[in-house]
């Protein structure tokens, strides 16, 4: 069902294709210590052109566990890119190796741009502040895992949910498969509009958004549906780090640092079912002192990351074992690789003004602009563009809707 896809954003998977993933996972987990020949004589290409240590580790186990082999390129100092290639013609050429590759880059839209430029499927493992749509299958694959369930679940995201490219992902998740979500960020780190008003229109509703746990506490709602002890509400604390490497002046990190911690004492005020998620790495949000609380689920969470990316990969690569669901599918009879599905707006001379979006590299990118939810965003980045009052959409194109 998802063989040869190209995986850019959560959007890219239905969620009855995420359950099938899921149960895949499930049937992969024995030989995720061992070895199957799932994949054997299949290679996958590792771009990272960012730090990782968990995302390239466990699609790397997870291709050699399925007997398939890998090839890595985790330097970009080391690679034709430190010679002034392009990602569009980098991609070209590693297509001609592997059979999927995987992609982590730190501008936004690089992996949408990899997918375009290549015929082998592109899986995105962070693209800037954009997404990161395979953590959020292991996120989601660990609240199932914790909590039995991940529809109606409770959970409070607390961190950088501006720059955390794995909040937005897990969030979008979350919203799909109509889980409850509350927002807890320093002010100056909440969701920029367009995150939240994708996640709104995705769950039917805003999230709900404070600017401390101690202002979650004090909210009447919350209050009244969990008789007055808002924190035993949760199923999961889902914790990031604040995005240091994201932040355009090192006063604006300054302004943000050490501003909240996830310690004993919040534990405290949880419910005793409540897990404790965490993408890792983690710096000084997340204290020692709860590792040992049977709780703290980020190290089981991580270990889950290469079931999952097994799961993954063998579908792409065409060997999935579960079934494809009814009704699925359809939605991507379009043509593999092209730009997403969102009606296109001519905005003649305009380029995208996102200083993190790889257009500002890659110039050899047409610009290219899409109607998302209203407003007129780049296609790559898929961040807003401002069109002022003699732009496209004051002309009476269909992008004013706000
Ligand atoms: C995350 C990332 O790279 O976005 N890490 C990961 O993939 N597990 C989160 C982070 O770096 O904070």
């Known amino acids: 069902m998802l063989a040869g896809?190209?995986?850019?954003?959560?959007s890219d998977l239905e969620r009855e294709e995420m359950d099938a993933l899921f149960s895949f996972a499930d049937e992969l987990a024995p030989v995720a210590r061992g070895k199957s020949d799932l994949c054997r004589g299949k290679v996958l290409a590792a771009l990272f052109y960012e730090p990782s240590t968990r995302t390239r580790l466990s699609f790397e186990t997870a291709m050699l566990r399925l007997g398939g082999d890998v090839i890595s390129c985790a330097d970009p100092s080391a690679s034709s890119a430190a010679k002034g290639e392009t990602l569009a013609d980098t991609v070209r050429i590693v297509e001609g190796y592997a059979d999927v590759?995987?992609?982590?880059?730190?501008?936004?839209?690089?992996?949408?741009?990899?997918?375009?430029?290549?015929?082998?499927?592109?899986?995105?493992?962070?693209?800037?502040?954009?997404?990161?749509?395979?953590q959020t299958l292991l996120d989601l694959y660990t609240l199932r895992a914790e909590r039995g369930r991940i529809e109606g679940a409770w959970v409070l995201l607390v961190g950088d949910l501006k720059y955390g490219r794995a909040a937005h992902s897990f969030a979008y998740g979350l919203a799909l498969f109509r889980a409850n979500m509350?927002?807890?960020?320093?002010?100056?780190?909440?969701?920029?509009?367009?995150v939240s008003k994708r996640l709104a229109r995705i769950s039917g509703r805003p999230a709900l958004q404070f600017s401390s746990i101690e202002d979650l506490e004090k909210d009447e709602e919350l209050r009244a549906a969990s008789g007055g002890k808002p924190m035993r509400l949760f199923d999961a604390i889902y914790v990031t780090r604040i995005q240091k490497e994201r932040f355009r002046s090192p006063e604006e990190f300054e302004a943000v640092r050490s501003s909240y911690s996830i310690n004993a004492e919040v534990l405290r005020r949880a419910g005793d079912d409540t897990v404790v998620m965490h993408p890792l790495p983690r710096v000084d949000e997340?204290?020692?002192?709860?590792?040992s609380d049977p709780r703290a689920a980020y190290f089981r969470q991580a270990s889950r990351g290469v079931p999952v990316r097994m799961a993954l990969l063998a579908a792409i690569l065409g060997k999935s074992a579960s079934p494809q669901p009814r009704g699925v599918g359809a939605r991507h009879a379009v043509p593999l690789h092209a730009p997403p599905e969102y009606p296109k707006v001519e905005t003649p001379?305009?380029?995208?003004?996102?200083?993190?979006?790889?257009?500002?590299?890659e110039r050899h990118l047409a610009p290219d602009f899409r109607e998302i939810e209203g407003t007129v965003c780049c296609a790559y980045c898929e961040r807003p563009i401002a069109l002022d009052s003699a732009g496209?959409?004051?002309?009476?194109?269909?992008?004013?809707?706000?």
Request: proline content about 8%.
């Open 182 to 194: 509350a927002c807890v960020c320093p002010p100056g780190l909440e969701m920029e509009g367009e």
């Open 392 to 402: 496209p959409a004051s002309r009476g194109s269909k992008t004013n809707k706000e």
């Open 5 to 10: 896809r190209d995986i850019i954003r959560v």
């Open 349 to 361: 001379g305009l380029t995208c003004e996102n200083p993190r979006c790889i257009t500002g590299q």
């Open 101 to 134: 590759i995987v992609i982590r880059h730190p501008l936004e839209g690089s992996a949408a741009v990899a997918a375009l430029y290549c015929n082998a499927p592109v899986v995105n493992a962070g693209d800037g502040a954009h997404e990161h749509p395979t």
């Open 286 to 291: 997340l204290d020692y002192g709860l590792d």
